[in-house]
């Protein structure tokens, strides 16, 4: 084995009026500091012993870096001639869940392994997605929105949208208010 310190160039975008929020330090999820570089290191001593890394904005050095890195951790990157940039360079590390954005992959050189976070949401994702549900199995938004607003919002509708006493109706002869059911009658009451 060698003495020799695995290179990181970690490439982060300033933002720009394309990107949310357009301040000088991009979108703060997806920014890799110098103080998250250090506390991953203090979190982990054997892995900072051997690694270094360079911490840039966009392009500022990225062409010097990139001569001697091993590891590229980005979002995008200039895909030409990349096999010269960086002829060290074994994996790139990009920071989204997709790559679409750098499809088709034909610049990818020879011996270089590119990865992305595909699924690391997808805990914290499912248990939306059954939070969802449940909430509006539970017509949580009756409470999130407040009487005060479904009264106004009531008074505006007709059947088949939401009436005074959250309850969804259905057609024009069927309406829940005040949690009584009028299905069948011939006129909708004034309440609803």
């Known amino acids: 084995m060698t003495n020799e310190k695995i290179q990181i160039h970690i490439k982060n975008n300033h933002g720009s009026p394309e990107t949310f929020p357009p301040t000088k330090e991009g979108e703060k999820v997806f920014t890799i500091t110098e103080e998250h570089f ?29 001569k001697t890195s091993d590891v590229l951790v980005t979002w995008d990157l200039p895909t030409e001639s990349l096999s010269t940039v960086a002829p060290r360079l074994k994996l790139i590390h990009i920071i989204g869940a997709g790559v679409e954005h750098l499809c088709p992959m034909n610049w990818v050189p020879e011996g270089v392994t590119v990865v992305n976070n595909r699924g690391v949401h997808a805990e914290k ?30 008074r505006k509708n007709t059947c088949g949208d939401w009436c005074w006493k959250h309850r969804w109706c259905s057609g024009a002869k069927m309406c829940k208010a005040e949690n009584e059911c009028y299905r069948g009658q011939s006129a909708r009451p004034a309440n609803c």
């Open 38 to 66: 250090q506390s991953a290191c203090e979190r982990h001593p054997n892995v900072a012993d051997q690694i270094g890394a360079v911490i840039d904005w966009d392009l500022d050095n990225f062409f010097q870096s990139m």
């Open 125 to 154: 994702g499912s248990e939306f997605g059954l939070m969802s549900v449940l909430m509006l199995n539970n017509r949580m938004i009756n409470y999130s929105l407040g009487i005060t607003v479904l009264q106004s919002i009531s």
